[in-house]
């Protein structure tokens, strides 16, 4: 069975190829420390089978934030609290990720200062942000390094980009919230630059041994917007400095989407056969014979289920029991798999 097949990407193994992705509970409070609610929920995923958890998206500036009750990274007070989840979600078998996130114009907070590439609001009920200048771009990719650095200490098995979904560094790469005309706005090359340099100082810190993904859009849904084939360019102009690209869509500014089972896998197989790149799929998926089909067909080397591992936690573990599959199931539960 390819989902239960151990995927190795540098030096790290995963115990199969189901992952849950960064799904933002907001559940801390205005502080970005870790609290009870977080460590059950990530435990549960790890202790349910799940074969790589990633950590919600978590601010590389307070600023950074989506809302007051995101996590934080932006402080060496929030070390011990992530340490806690990665020992937890490591010591029931999953590897451990981080996706590091700054909002840019998406921040909700009311008395944060909100910036972006160009002083465009997300819509009206949005803050119009103010334009960043060349030092708060400085001041940005600084912040991805030193939040790298403190996921390292934390003991966290790989580090997650957050490309996409409408915050700042997609609000960088799209043509639709990039209207600079200095030396990170115009052409593809300019709006590539910041995302491209938050990888070269993430990896002056990050060691070479751990992966590092990137989370991207593969389409923002309107005219003039990223599309399939310019993510592919994007992932092209980067993917020297990577090792997977987990591939998500739209976000970035409204916009009608038709969502069914599977929506964004072709993105997905898109990038890993033109990009010659590892992907993750994800997208609405929640059945095993979807996740067979996706990796038995190469459309993506891992699959991620949100929504369904939301629901149902011990998802691994339930579906091989049906399945009738032997597995090494949690002692503690091993009666109800007998």
């Not at 151990?6 to 801390?28: A, G, H, Q, T, W």
């Not at 981080?98 to 002083?119: F, M, N, T, Y």
């Not at 990888?199 to 060691?207: L, Q, R, S, T, Y």
Request: hydrophobic content about 40%; charged content about 25%.
């Amino acid at each position: 069975m390819k989902a239960l097949e151990v995927f190795k990407i540098k030096d790290v193994e995963l115990r199969n190829r189901i992952v849950m992705p960064p799904m933002c509970m907001y559940s801390s409070d205005d502080s970005g420390i870790v609290k009870d609610f977080h460590r059950l929920h990530y435990g549960a995923r790890a202790f349910g089978g799940t074969g790589l958890v990633i950590q919600e998206a978590t601010a590389v500036e307070s600023r950074g934030r989506i809302s007051d009750k995101d996590l934080g990274i932006w402080s060496d007070e929030h070390i011990d609290g992530l340490k806690e989840l990665v020992d937890m979600v490591k010591g029931y078998g999953a590897a451990s990720g981080i996706q590091l996130a700054h909002a840019g114009r998406k921040c909700a907070v009311s008395d944060e200062d909100i910036i972006g590439p160009s002083s465009l609001p997300y819509d009206d009920q949005y803050a119009v942000p103010r334009e960043m200048t060349l030092n708060d771009i400085k001041e940005i990719v600084q912040s991805f390094k030193k939040a790298a650095e403190r996921a390292l200490n934390a003991g966290y098995d790989l580090l997650e980009i957050h490309g996409a979904h409408g915050y700042l560094i997609h609000e960088f790469l799209s043509p639709l919230t990039n209207k600079r005309t200095d030396q990170y706005g115009g052409n593809l090359h300019n709006r590539v630059r910041l995302l491209s340099e938050v990888i070269d100082a993430v990896k002056e810190v990050w060691p070479e041994t751990k992966p590092l993904i990137l989370r991207v859009s593969a389409s923002d849904y309107t005219e003039g917007g990223i599309d399939a084939d310019m993510i592919c360019e994007i992932t092209d102009l980067v993917k020297d400095g990577l090792d997977i690209i987990h591939v998500s869509s739209g976000g970035l500014v409204p916009a009608e989407m038709e969502l069914y089972p599977g929506y964004q896998v072709r993105f997905a197989e898109r990038i890993k056969k033109e990009c010659n790149v590892p992907t993750i799929a994800v997208g609405l998926i929640d059945d095993l014979q979807m996740v067979e089909f996706i990796l038995g067909s190469e459309k993506a080397d891992l699959v991620a289920l949100g929504r369904e591992i939301l629901r149902n936690p011990n998802w691994v573990l339930n579906n091989l029991h049906r399945k009738g599959i032997k597995y090494r199931y949690p002692e503690q539960y091993f009666r109800a798999y007998r």
